[in-house]
């Protein structure tokens, strides 16, 4: 496996702002948190990296907003939860890059953590804009990817921060990499994996490298549906990518 950096290689960053891509994809039901498993999956990181005095910003996405802003899927809706898992007051900023983070920043004194907004509020995130990328990484000192349930797509913050600052995994991606390693790098035979998700389309490369490397692919969750349908099940009104169908079949 190649080999990537971690916090353990990190300097002093007392007083540094840490630009931490992490998954705040929470579940919600009437305006509260229902599963706050995802908060605490970064837990160790935030902690670390706030208790060596850096000034913790954290990047995620919440849901498919298209690029557009929508209150319903702010951020500022899991403020409160990040809070609460953290045991820390957490801050708030309506923006990812330009001035208003700057301020933010301004504010924000070393060990403190603050949430920006939904990142897909801007259409350049998915597109993996390098301009945005660039308007993001001018606020940040270095970066950590803690979020390796998005690091499947080439977002901006995903991917494109990577490239402008000094980049290193999280604890929690840190875990998955060397988890993946013991089960694809010299694993000890017969290895199964087990790949769940909504929609095929977002694993359909991992899918086809997997299928390569182990001797058991069992698919779960909502694109099961689309195999099932690919060999002429009918799946009735479940989820399923129709469309997929002809490439499910092909793998």
Known sequence: MTKFRTLDDLGDVTGKVALVRVDLNLPMQDGAVTDDTRIRAALPTINELAGKGAKVLLLAHFGRPKGARNSEQSLSMVIGAV????????????????????????????????????????PGEEANDPALAKAIAANGDFYVNDAF???????????????LL???????????????????????????????????????????HLVTQVDHLIIGGGMANTFLAAKGVDVGKSLCEHELAPQCWKS
């Open 166 to 208: 000094p980049a290193y995994a999280g604890r929690s991606m840190q875990a998955e990499l060397e988890a993946l390693e013991k089960a694809l790098g010299n694993p000890q035979r017969p290895v199964a994996a087990v790949v769940g998700g909504a929609k095929v389309s977002s694993k359909l490369d991992v899918l086809k």
């Open 83 to 122: 809070a609460e898992v953290l045991g820390r007051e957490v801050m708030f900023c309506p923006e990812i890059a330009g001035s208003v983070v700057a301020q933010t920043i301004g504010i924000l004194r070393a060990g403190d953590v603050a949430v920006l907004e939904n990142t897909r509020f801007w």
């Open 149 to 163: 349930s998005a690091a499947h797509r080439a977002h901006a913050t995903t991917e494109g921060l990577a490239h």
